[in-house]
């Protein structure tokens, strides 16, 4: 019997059009989607917009147009860039569908059957962007504590929801359901919001206020608040959006991926009201970071939005939904700029894994006279390429069911360089000279060729158009074969095609940048501080005052993971933990140590040093290590501190 998966993004304001951080939610809604699905996993995936309310209802009027028509015109964009995409949603709700807007009636009405909802008078500072009342000690200089825009104070009779008695008992939930919230920082952080008192929820808006939302079923003078209208599409998908219901099938759901912003109102609204009408609490809400923008906030004052549209059209869809995944841990905020992207694609695309379906399909029809080889047990010298490739699909599992998608993609890279190094190390070449090295040769394709097809299937999820084409290369056809070594039947004829990601020159300085059509070598190393030797001694004449010394912020970080930079014997990448951030540093000390020994090591960086690209890839600081002319040893500290200790 498959087993439910029931995954959900939050449904996206249409105040405005889309941009990254909608693309990000739901890329990494539609991986799960897809490996779920891959594993068999009986699947319902939804997304969907967010349609009432005091915004919608400005933004229509400064453009002189009806709500409905306004929404209507922005829909379209989101369903447009989710097939752009390859976002592959079974349902795609709007909170102006007429099913929608009765089934939250309904549950209005059973909420104050109840008497869990009650009418009071009520004087407040209100934000309008958030749509909400503060108190008077939430509101810090006449701003909204949230959003940090002014607030106005009104005075008005509305509707609340009893939402204060279910605190207990959603502290209770939290405490005891340790994968509820996720993060663990953003667990804390709600179960920190409820140490205080939880207050009522206002769930009406006056109808001569705001006209634009879901009228109260007991009450037609009023409107229902927005959340309360938005939260309970979760639900109401599963009553009208499929044939038949399927709310029992469903619910409740897998995993709701939200952005941080939203936290308090998924984690404590959303589940105080289903702890009212005594519906299921989800099993998982992760609330993922924001993006920045080269290092600043986005904004469309500063010019800075990033069009996912544009990035698509420029990049392709499968290199967007890769950088977005790859770079940053899931839960973290990141940054997103064109050199990091370009440096994704050229390094870890281009030269890793297109290289190496390049050369592998290129040797085949070389040595193979196109037809997948035999591979022969007793001719394999190494088996070391075998044994990570059949290893790659539990990582990838356990990865997956953590939501750690950089972590799944670094181990589907790692296979990528060994297969590479497999085929350096063996030297095909060599091998087709010599008649009696016919059964390796033939061994060395194969188990190359074989390598791609399980990296192909790993990589699914994350890029379908990619592991098509892979697929196509390779000569499969008909469904995708599972994991299991040996998926790629010898014989089969291979269809070699155009390059699976051109290298791409950054121009960006000079207004774009230019695709080379030949898959190349990494690029040349430029100039950097963000390296890991340590200075030469100072001279007398170099000595330094302690104000300029005080400058340098040295902190103590937790390597995560280490990893060789392709193409390069010096140059290791390591994720860091500096307590409140993570980062990425690339040290030249892959001399002195292997990747894997790094782990886990407390190490001293310069926090503070301006990012700096080594062979493409940024680096955010410097790891410190003692040697003049050679890398002697990493600069360690003795106690376990934590990481992002200050060092003085």
Not at 132 to 144: N, S
Not at 335 to 351: K, P
Not at 431 to 453: H, I, M, N, P, W
Request: proline fraction near 6%; aromatic fraction near 8%.
């Amino acid at each position: 019997m498959p087993k439910p998966f029931y995954i959900t993004t939050p449904i996206y304001y249409v105040n405005d059009v889309p941009h990254i951080g909608h693309a990000y939610t739901t890329v990494a809604a539609d991986v799960l989607a897809r490996y779920r699905r891959l594993h068999g996993d009986d699947v319902f995936f939804l997304t969907g917009l967010d349609e009432h309310g005091q915004k919608i209802q400005q933004a229509a009027a400064k453009a002189g147009i009806a709500p409905q028509t306004h929404c209507d015109r922005l829909a379209p964009q989101f369903k447009n860039l989710w097939q752009r995409l390859n976002i592959s949603h079974d349902a795609f709700i709007r909170t102006t569908d007429v099913a929608h807007k009765k089934i939250v009636q309904l549950y209005l009405q059973q909420l104050y059957n109840k008497q869990l909802i009650y009418k009071a008078d009520y004087t407040g500072w209100y934000c309008t962007f958030d749509e909400r009342f503060w108190t008077e000690k939430d509101v810090v200089q006449g701003l909204c504590p949230d959003c940090k825009r002014p607030v106005e104070q009104i005075s008005e009779s509305n509707y609340f929801f009893r939402m204060g008695q279910c605190q207990e008992r959603l502290i209770r939930h939290i405490e005891s359901h340790q994968d509820f919230i996720r993060p663990q920082s953003r667990r804390n952080e709600v179960l920190g919001f409820l140490q205080k008192p939880l207050e009522d929820l206002s769930i009406s808006r006056p109808q001569s206020r705001l006209s634009w939302g879901i009228e109260l079923p007991f009450d037609r003078n009023y409107v229902t608040y927005v959340w309360f209208d938005a939260l309970v599409n979760y639900v109401s998908a599963l009553e009208y959006l499929t044939e038949p219901p399927t709310m029992k099938r469903y619910w409740p759901a897998s995993v709701h991926l939200i952005g941080k912003d939203i936290l308090t109102t998924h984690a404590v609204y959303w589940s105080t009201m289903l702890m009212a009408l005594e519906l299921p609490l989800p099993q998982t809400i992760f609330a993922h970071g924001w993006w920045t923008v080269s290092g600043e906030k986005m904004s469309k004052s500063r010019g800075n939005v990033v069009d996912p549209y544009a990035i698509v059209d420029e990049f392709g869809a499968d290199a967007f939904r890769y950088f977005l995944l790859r770079e940053v841990p899931f839960g973290h905020d990141g940054d997103f700029s064109r050199e990091a992207l370009i440096g994704r694609i050229n390094s870890e695309l281009a030269n890793d894994l297109g290289n190496l379906l390049h050369r592998t399909l290129t040797m085949i029809e070389r040595f193979a006279k196109g037809l997948v080889p035999q591979a022969h047990d007793e001719a394999r010298t190494d088996n070391q390429l075998r044994h990570q490739a059949g290893q790659l699909p539990e990582l990838v599992e356990t990865h997956l069911s953590k939501l750690e998608f950089n972590r799944a993609l670094e181990s589907i890279g790692g296979v990528i360089q060994v297969a590479n190094q497999h085929i350096d190390k063996s030297a095909p070449w060599k091998l087709a000279k010599d008649a009696a090295d016919q059964s390796l040769l033939q061994t060395v394709l194969y188990d190359a060729a074989e390598a791609l097809r399980i990296v192909a299937l790993m990589l699914f999820p994350f890029m379908p158009q990619t592991t098509e084409a892979i697929n196509r290369q390779l000569g499969m056809t008909g469904p995708l074969p599972d994991a299991q070594w040996g998926g790629l039947q010898p014989g089969t004829a291979i269809a070699k095609g155009e390059p699976l990601f051109p290298r791409i020159e950054n121009t960006a300085s000079q207004g774009g940048s230019r695709v080379n059509q030949e898959q190349s070598a990494a690029p040349t190393p430029q100039p950097s501080p963000a390296v890991a030797a340590a200075p030469a001694p100072a001279t007398p004449e170099a000595q330094i005052s302690i104000d300029e010394f005080m400058k340098i912020q040295l902190k103590t970080a937790l390597v995560l993971s280490a990893e060789r930079v392709p193409k390069s014997e010096k140059l290791l990448r390591l994720h860091v933990d500096l307590g409140s951030e993570q980062r990425q540093i690339v040290a030249g000390i892959g001399k002195r140590y292997e990747p894997e020994s790094l782990v886990g090591k407390r190490i001293v960086i310069v926090a503070n040093l301006k990012s700096a690209k080594l062979m493409g890839i940024e680096s955010q600081g410097m790891v410190l290590a003692a040697g003049d002319k050679d890398v002697g040893g990493l600069v360690t500290v003795i106690e376990d501190v934590p990481p992002g200790t200050k060092v003085k």
